[in-house]
């Protein structure tokens, strides 16, 4: 692989092309794909059992909706950020054509690292995003599916790529800064985890082997679908331990404990067929939503001057 990285460098011959050309086509290529087998699984109803808001599949034309503003950004704001990103990756002492790579154990501390890093970073700008002006004209956007799909999580306002994009790039360009011994490649492979963290948040499922049953302080997709269906609550990407600490996931726990006991009550009660549980968790589901779709209009409201009732 290291011999391919060199040939692809000498190749191409000038290495900031090299590097931009790799970056925005590692992001396509895994962006999208990863959001095929979601696109596959919203098809095909045998897997609806494991929705989170079953009553709410995105439709096809929803989808490709998505993916043409998705599309769009991709090509006119972070084509241009991903042309600067070598020249100042390199200004900072990060290894980009050099081989070899860095070996596995740091490799794997310095993603640990940045996972982190942007957490804390997008567990604190997000809920800025959910304040008044910022809502109302950037982040109200991202918000537009209470019940996300793999194809939402970069559907967003420009700022706000931005904003939010600013917590995956610099945890690794304040690392090379100050430890002088970040490899490119390295960030390569964080920037696809995160990316594959992303989609499958936003995805809209959540199955038995999803990784929150094995990593309980792992976000997953039931932390974040709760915020976009509540509106409120859970504001961090890949942990739960910031909500946790911080207290903004009091609402969430609130919503599980509610859903548990109903869920508890009527099968105690012998009346429990798959339909009457179905259609509690929905009435459960469409109560908290009604609550989000309140909270969200007194943002909006307060950003404008107006008052709501
Ligand atoms: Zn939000
Ligand atoms: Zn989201």
Redesign the pocket.
Known sequence: MEVQWMNWYMWIGNPILATGIASFLLHEIVYFGRCVPWIIIDAIPYFRRWKLQPTKVPTAAEQWECTKQVLFSHFTIEAPMIWLFHPVAEGLGMATWQVPFTDLKTMLLQVFFFFVFEDMFHFFAHQALHKGALYKHIHKI?HKYSA?FGLAAEYAHPAEVFILGTGTIAGPLLYSYFMRDLHIFTVYVWITLRLFQAVDA?SGYDFPWSLQHILPFWSGAEH?DF??MAFVNNFSTSFRWCDWFFGTDTKYRDYRKKMNAAKAALKKSGKATPEELRALEDRINAETEAEGVRAEAKVVADATGKKVN
């Open positions: 991202h996300p936003h974040h915020h976009h």
